[in-house]
């Protein structure tokens, strides 16, 4: 069955620190991934997104994703984090539509200042 | 300007009572959705609607009815409103092809007493 999982409900790091957010997917082919953030109160927002070609794609706010297709996971990273990066982060999957993406059950980023 | 905007940003109701949930976009999509977030932050998809074509999850009650006046609207009625739909409403847009990204409203708290 195809799935995703964002193994992390919460992850804590400290203001500056590198951020690693895992997303592991089980698809029948390479799917299209994408990352979103959602910051309190509002929707979520695309962060970054990989179809084909460079398998290290960057985004918005400095983040960026490495697609691992031997390990199906699709990781986000981020050098240094901000106070203002604390969220909540979904990962998605699909391919065939829109409406059949697949969505990680998000891991919430907390700041340590 | 507002690209996916979705009123009432909070409404609270009760139990057995009907109520709609208004969604708009003006980023010329030519396909809506509606997601249910449940309080452990689950996104749900519940409808797409791509010009006249309705999408419909089968696990969404028919309590639910989406309406669409036109391609820039989407709205969501809910008969009969019980506990167990209290949860964050989004709405959102995209292009239809499969690698667009979804564009989300800031969500639509329900609280049902």
């Known amino acids: 069955a195809q799935s995703v999982t964002q193994p992390d409900i919460h992850i804590t790091v400290s203001e500056g620190a590198s951020l690693e957010l895992r997303c592991n997917y089980s698809y029948g082919a390479t799917p299209y991934l994408f990352w979103y953030v959602q910051s309190p109160g509002q929707g979520l927002q695309l962060l970054l997104k990989?179809?084909?070609?460079d398998t290290l794609v960057q985004g918005i706010k400095g983040f960026e994703a490495e697609f691992k297709r031997s390990q199906s996971s699709f990781n986000l990273r981020k050098p240094s984090v901000h106070w203002s990066d604390a969220a909540e982060y979904f990962c998605a999957v699909g391919r065939d539509s829109n409406y059949q993406l697949i969505w990680g059950a998000g891991t919430k980023l907390i700041i340590k200042p | 300007d507002t690209a996916v905007s979705q009123t009432p940003k909070y409404l609270v109701t009760q139990m057995g009572n009907d109520k709609s949930i208004k969604c708009e976009q003006n980023l010329g999509h030519d396909t809506m959705y509606w997601y249910k977030q449940d309080s452990k932050k689950f996104l749900k998809i519940m409808f797409s609607y791509n010009n006249k074509e309705l999408i419909i999850n089968e696990t969404v009650p028919n309590r639910f009815s989406p309406k669409s006046p036109d391609k820039a609207h989407l709205n969501l009625h809910i008969n009969s409103l019980e506990l167990g739909d209290s949860a964050v409403y989004f709405c959102?847009?995209?292009?239809?092809?499969?690698?667009?990204?979804?564009?989300f409203g800031n969500g639509t708290r329900l609280t049902v007493t």
């Open positions: 959102a847009s995209s292009q239809r092809a499969s690698n667009s990204p979804l564009h």
């Open positions: 990989y179809f084909s070609g």
